[in-house]
Every structure is written in structure tokens, then in C-alpha cells.
């Protein structure tokens, strides 16, 4: 049989069932509109705030030519997880990608790093989160799923779990540190990578997009006050991220291109976390 490698077979995500958390902003938002965009059949988007939600949903449904729906969820406790697991099987008998996106942060300095806010949140919402939404949806990625065509789940951590400096990193004010999260990204990594060993056996890849900066809420407070572009100017390609970049990775680990792909941690940021005097991300 002739070999099919084109680029359309290759990445199609066409008929396939997504859940994207906090898909109604920002990195959610980019991934969801790149699977409706490709023609998934359906692509649930969950977070707290359903206006932003339905926003969105609706206007990548009337695009097309997949679809959209919201579910609206707080995934910050284990039942607010089990609560979105119980809602998307009630509305779909299969899932064949999960994206992992939703996540929170907090700085504040050494000496006066809250507890409840600062630690137990952040970590709830970016590490414990992963862990049950994934272990709750793994009867229905497992479904369909096969060697040729697993059930995929993509982890959304971030360049910051590899990077050791949480203080001036140019996201956030002077003397503040962030603290909780890079220590629940690296977590995220590790705990990405215990998945894929343990959801292999069961045809579901696990893998981890680790993003630089690109514009979102969590960035926000660096960019607006990076009046001279210095973040950009200190990367080695002299920019940012942009949609193009992130839905690029995604489509390849959720389409027959990425099938044999898992337990990989993937950086987008352009090498700047690597490079000579390179800044430090979210």
C-alpha cells in the first residue's frame, strides 16, 4: 500500500471530540480555535466565566467548521474536576484529545509568600487539576483509541518548571517572586511524564507544551508595562509568541503526526529560555 504522508492526512484532527480548559482566554482560546478551524467535530471549552466562554464558543462555531460548546467549571478543588468529568460524560460517550490548559499564578516576595493563595491555590489549579481531569477521562480517551491513533492528552505547562529564577523576570514587579509557580510547573513536567508511562499501556499519549511568553491574562501585567519591547527585544528571534506557534505544536501532537510521540516535554518560546542573557518566562 502507497504511503500516505501528506500534510492533510497527516495532521487532520477532522471528527475528532476536544475538551480545552480554560479555553475562553487566551492560550485555551488560540488551542480551541485551531482544532475547530482543522474540523473537529466538537470542541468542549470550560472555565469559571461563562460570558467569556460563550463568546467564544459561539463565534468558532459560526466560523467553523467544526464546532464549540462551554462548560462552565472550577477545577481548582478535586470536586470542581470530578464536576467537569461528570459534565462531558454526560455530553459526549467519546473524547479524543484532552488539553490541560487552565492554570494560575501568584508572586509576592520571600519574606510575605500567602498560603492559601500563594501555595495551595496554585498548585490545586496547575499541578492536582492534570491529575484528576486526566484520571477521570481516561475511560473515554481510551475508547476509540489505538497504537495508530491514541487518545491524547497535552499538558500546557510552561518554560518557567525548567527555569530557576523567579525573581525579576520582567512578568511581574520588582522584589516579587513566583514562587508556587514554577514549582508547580516543574511538577506539571514530572507528573506529565508518570501519565505517559502509565497511560501507554492503555493507547493514550501524554505530553507537555512548555510556552514562553505570549500574550494572555497571566502575561499581561509584564506586557503592558514593557513600554520599550524589552521582552521582545531579548529574545533571540526578537518577538513574542503568537497563535500560529502554539497551534502548530498542538496539531501535531493531537493528529496521526504525533501518534508516536509521549512523555515529551516541548518548549515554544524561540530558544530564549536557552540563550546568552535570555529572560525568564511565564
Given at each position: 500500500?502507497?504511503?500516505?504522508?501528506?500534510?492533510?492526512?497527516?495532521?487532520?484532527?477532522?471528527?475528532?471530540?476536544?475538551?480545552?480548559?480554560?479555553?475562553?482566554?487566551?492560550?485555551?482560546?488560540?488551542?480551541?480555535?485551531?482544532?475547530?478551524?482543522?474540523?473537529?467535530?466538537?470542541?468542549?471549552?470550560?472555565s469559571?466565566?461563562?460570558?467569556?466562554?460563550k463568546?467564544?464558543?459561539?463565534?468558532?462555531?459560526?466560523?467553523?467548521?467544526?464546532?464549540?460548546?462551554?462548560?462552565?467549571?472550577?477545577?481548582?478543588?478535586?470536586?470542581?474536576?470530578?464536576?467537569?468529568?461528570?459534565?462531558?460524560?454526560?455530553?459526549?460517550?467519546?473524547?479524543?484529545?484532552?488539553?490541560?490548559?487552565?492554570?494560575?499564578?501568584?508572586?509576592?516576595?520571600?519574606?510575605?509568600?500567602?498560603?492559601?493563595?500563594?501555595?495551595?491555590?496554585?498548585?490545586?489549579?496547575?499541578?492536582?487539576?492534570?491529575?484528576?481531569?486526566?484520571a477521570?477521562?481516561?475511560?473515554?480517551?481510551?475508547?476509540?483509541?489505538?497504537?495508530?491513533?491514541?487518545?491524547?492528552?497535552?499538558?500546557?505547562s510552561?518554560?518557567?518548571?525548567?527555569?530557576?529564577?523567579?525573581?525579576g523576570?520582567?512578568?511581574?514587579?520588582?522584589?516579587?517572586?513566583?514562587?508556587?509557580?514554577?514549582?508547580?510547573?516543574?511538577?506539571?513536567?514530572?507528573?506529565?511524564?508518570?501519565?505517559?508511562?502509565?497511560?501507554?499501556?492503555?493507547?493514550?499519549?501524554?505530553?507537555?507544551?512548555?510556552?514562553?511568553?505570549?500574550?494572555?491574562?497571566?502575561?499581561?501585567?509584564?506586557?503592558?508595562?514593557?513600554?520599550?519591547n524589552?521582552?521582545?527585544?531579548?529574545?533571540?528571534?526578537?518577538?513574542?509568541?503568537?497563535?500560529?506557534?502554539?497551534?502548530?505544536?498542538?496539531?501535531?501532537?493531537?493528529?496521526?503526526?504525533?501518534?508516536h510521540?509521549?512523555?515529551?516535554?516541548?518548549?515554544?518560546?524561540?530558544?530564549?529560555?536557552?540563550?546568552?542573557?535570555?529572560?525568564?518566562?511565564?
Amino acid at each position: 500500500m502507497a504511503l500516505q504522508l501528506q500534510f492533510n492526512k497527516l495532521f487532520d484532527v477532522a471528527g475528532k471530540v476536544a475538551l480545552v480548559t480554560g479555553g475562553g482566554s487566551g492560550l485555551g482560546e488560540m488551542m480551541a480555535t485551531a482544532l475547530v478551524q482543522n474540523g473537529a467535530k466538537k470542541v468542549y471549552i470550560a472555565s469559571r466565566k461563562e460570558k467569556q466562554l460563550k463568546e467564544v464558543a459561539d463565534r468558532l462555531t459560526a466560523a467553523g467548521p467544526g464546532s464549540c460548546e462551554y462548560i462552565i467549571a472550577d477545577i481548582a478543588t478535586k470536586a470542581g474536576c470530578e464536576a467537569l468529568v461528570a459534565e462531558v460524560k454526560k455530553r459526549t460517550p467519546v473524547l479524543h484529545i484532552l488539553v490541560n490548559n487552565s492554570g494560575v499564578t501568584w508572586g509576592a516576595p520571600l519574606d510575605d509568600f500567602p498560603e492559601e493563595q500563594g501555595w495551595k491555590r496554585v498548585l490545586a489549579a496547575n499541578v492536582q487539576a492534570i491529575f484528576y481531569v486526566t484520571a477521570g477521562l481516561a475511560p473515554l480517551l481510551e475508547k476509540e483509541a489505538s497504537a495508530t491513533d491514541p487518545g491524547r492528552v497535552v499538558n500546557i505547562s510552561s518554560v518557567a518548571g525548567l527555569d530557576r529564577k523567579v525573581e525579576g523576570t520582567g512578568l511581574s514587579s520588582a522584589g516579587v517572586g513566583l514562587w508556587s509557580y514554577n514549582t508547580s510547573k516543574s511538577a506539571a513536567n514530572a507528573l506529565t511524564q508518570q501519565l505517559a508511562v502509565t497511560l501507554g499501556k492503555r493507547f493514550i499519549t501524554v505530553n507537555a507544551i512548555l510556552p514562553g511568553v505570549y500574550p494572555s491574562k497571566m502575561t499581561a501585567f509584564g506586557l503592558k508595562n514593557d513600554t520599550e519591547n524589552k521582552l521582545a527585544k531579548s529574545h533571540p528571534m526578537g518577538r513574542v509568541g503568537a497563535p500560529e506557534d502554539i497551534a502548530g505544536l498542538l496539531l501535531f501532537l493531537v493528529s496521526r503526526a504525533g501518534a508516536h510521540s509521549s512523555g515529551n516535554l516541548i518548549t515554544t518560546d524561540g530558544g530564549a529560555l536557552l540563550s546568552a542573557g535570555g529572560y525568564s518566562h511565564l
